[in-house]
């Protein structure tokens, strides 16, 4: 391949789309490469998200002038230009090559296949030169890629051994969490924290649904009969379960209670389906689960308490997960995709062993002259007076270098806090406008891991699930969950240096070497990125203290009286155009009134609908009665908010 910039995106493009808000996919993103003497190098990241503020961000673009406006914006930032990139890969409309899609076959959906190599890749330069067990495990793919993806397998899998590489079918738990999501008006995460409230003891014979194989398709109506089948069960079982009591905060309300119940054997379920993935693995392929590494990519292996009894069930050698590893990560793993050939051959090499990959925070004199009215003071802070800091106010805001990726590996905008004080979680979730038994993460310093956890181990991007010690139990409860597990996150010099200075000294200041962290962003609003929006949020919470590039104390005004949300991001990429008539294009494009869910059966199956013209009367028709039909068999399902 030709030296020079490339770009890799996961976004969607059109103006009905735009207009109308057709969500075909989620979590859109971008990432720039720099290929330079053999050597790639994922320079930054950007998930738009954290640009718009639209929490998975799935608004479409309106054109390719919009796009590529946003592009080059984005380019900027990296003193380059879209003239200087070499290809764009990944979104129909503005990509100049699919090349990337063919060493792959058609066996199975590209989606899955962006998901492996973010798996494979991550935290290991060289996956195909030692033993490995991989799996892309989400609630499946999108169409744009290829229309006939909903014909192809959704989730796939490799072993890696002395005989190559091997691809298999996996079948993912992802499609449980994602209608479970949709019927309880819950976010998977939320979900997956009620798995664990309460010590409910409906008990259920799973092997009853080991007839029902999440595999492709079908796994959209097989979920939807196992959900409902638990749901049911569990509303006709006689519950002696209780939550957790927390001081401070009341028990689960009953429904609570319900969702924690079913979602617990939903859990169960869960780990049942993968091992039964390793099973074929090790039976059907060869794999030998002892000697080989665990990957695991997709939106379910966000899924700790299922990680973490993988690794202590399967005496795997090690494992990796990326940050990134939902779809927020299908942009780098199109990247990933298109230099395969090469990495896969030695012509190249790459490493990708941080999260640490998107935009900064901003000029500092900047960011904060557009806030100046919430600054009370600014002044230099050691890691010592953080460390200081956070024993007295309990609560401080964290602002700190190139943001991290993916929804799990913070560190660099956070919120960090006393662990020692379950006031202090209560208070995080006050905050954050969060339930009362909502989690609260431990960042640990690795070298003290075994002291807070049993069967320790790194745990780099907080997608681990860990038993905790009588110690840690007695010293740190404000960062355990109801169970008293902890979703830990380990820090050392090398992977936060900053964050492990302020550890070291918290430590030596309290014996503790522990610190509360949660994503620094109000409800429904993805993390903060800039920091003129720390600032605001931090204000407005009541928060009194930022620190900036863990070098920089700002002291803030309390505006907690006049906070009205999350300030404004730069959402002005993605509205429609000043100017554009937009009732006229939508009579233009959409002259049949098709609504929302009718458009997008129609957008998210262009395999079906072939050269289907909405703007004729006949085929707007055939649309309708087709979306019409397959919402009888798949009720909720074009619902995508």
């Not at 929490?55 to 673009?61: C, I, N, V, W």
């Not at 991290?404 to 406008?433: F, H, M, T, Y």
Request: charged share 25%; with cysteine.
């Amino acid at each position: 391949m030709i030296e020079g910039l490339y770009l890799s995106t996961f976004f969607d493009i059109g103006p009905l789309k735009n207009l109308l808000d057709i969500r075909l996919r989620h979590d859109h993103g971008a990432a720039l490469w720099e290929l330079d003497n053999g050597t790639l190098r994922l320079r930054r990241y950007w998930e738009f998200e954290r640009i718009s503020g639209l929490k998975q961000h799935s608004r479409a673009l309106y054109d390719q002038n919009q796009a590529r406006h946003l592009l080059q914006h984005l380019l900027a930032e990296e003193d380059a230009d879209l003239r200087d990139v070499v290809e764009i890969w990944g979104t129909p409309g503005i990509e100049t090559s699919t090349n990337y899609q063919r060493t792959f076959g058609s066996a199975y959906a590209f989606h899955g296949m962006a998901h492996l190599m973010t798996a494979l890749f991550c935290q290991n330069p060289a996956p195909l030169t030692e033993p490995m067990v991989a799996m892309s495990l989400d609630a499946g793919p999108d169409c744009l890629f290829e229309p006939d993806a909903y014909d192809r397998h959704y989730y796939p899998g490799c072993v890696i051994d002395e005989r190559g590489l091997r691809m298999f079918p996996c079948e993912s738990p992802g499609r449980l969490w994602s209608y479970a999501s949709k019927k309880f008006g819950l976010r998977e995460g939320t979900l997956m924290a009620l798995a664990s409230a309460s010590d409910d003891d409906a008990e259920l014979d799973l092997t009853v649904f080991d007839r029902q194989p999440l595999l492709d398709l079908s796994a959209r109506r097989a979920a939807a009969d196992i959900v409902d089948t638990i749901d049911s069960h569990v509303r006709s079982y006689r519950r002696t379960g209780r939550s957790a009591a927390t001081p401070g905060a009341g028990p689960l309300t009953p429904a609570e209670l319900h969702v924690s119940a079913v979602m617990q054997l939903i859990a169960r379920l869960s780990l049942r389906i993968v091992r039964r993935n390793l099973d074929l693995a090790e039976t059907e392929y060869g794999a030998d689960l002892a000697a080989s590494r665990l990957a695991l990519a997709g939106g379910f292996a966000l899924n700790c308490p299922t990680n973490s009894q993988l690794l202590q069930d399967v005496p795997f050698t090690g494992y990796q997960i990326p940050p990134c590893t939902s779809d927020s990560g299908i942009a780098l793993g199109t990247g990933l995709a298109a230099f395969y050939p090469q990495l896969r051959s030695g012509a190249i090499s790459t490493a990708f062993d941080t999260a640490y990959y998107g935009q900064g925070p901003g000029d500092l004199a900047e960011e904060l002259d557009q806030v100046s009215d919430l600054v009370d003071n600014i002044e230099p802070i050691s890691a010592d007076g953080v460390a200081e800091l956070l024993a007295r106010e309990g609560i401080i805001a964290w602002v700190n270098g190139t943001a991290e990726i993916g929804p799990r590996a913070l560190g660099n905008r956070s919120l960090l806090a006393d662990p020692r004080s379950l006031e202090v979680k209560n208070r995080l979730n006050q905050i954050k406008q969060r339930q009362w038994w909502r989690p609260v993460a431990p960042l640990v310093l690795d070298q003290d891991g075994p002291d807070y956890f049993r069967d320790y181990r790194h745990s780099p991007y907080m997608l681990l699930n860990f038993h905790t010690t009588a110690h840690a139990q007695a010293t740190v409860p404000g960062v355990l969950h109801l169970d008293h597990s902890a979703r830990a996150q380990s820090v050392s010099a090398r992977t936060n240096p900053d964050l492990a200075r302020v550890l070291h000294s918290f430590k030596r200041q309290t014996g503790v070497s522990i610190l509360g962290n949660t994503s620094l962003n109000d409800a429904d609003e993805p993390i903060i990125n800039r920091l003129s929006e720390a600032v605001h949020f931090a204000a407005g919470k009541g928060i009194r203290s930022l620190v900036a590039n863990a070098t920089t104390l700002i002291t803030l005004h309390d505006n907690t009286n006049h906070y009205a949300g999350p300030r404004p991001r730069q959402r002005r990429f993605f509205e429609t155009p000043a100017g554009a008539d937009t009732s006229a294009v939508v009579r233009e494009l959409n002259p049949h009134d098709l609504d929302q869910r009718e458009l997008t059966y129609f957008y998210d199956n262009p395999a079906l609908f072939g050269t289907t013209d909405i703007r004729i009367a006949d085929d707007a028709k055939d649309v309708r009665s087709r979306t019409e039909a397959y919402l009888r068999e798949n009720p909720g399902a074009l619902d995508r908010r």
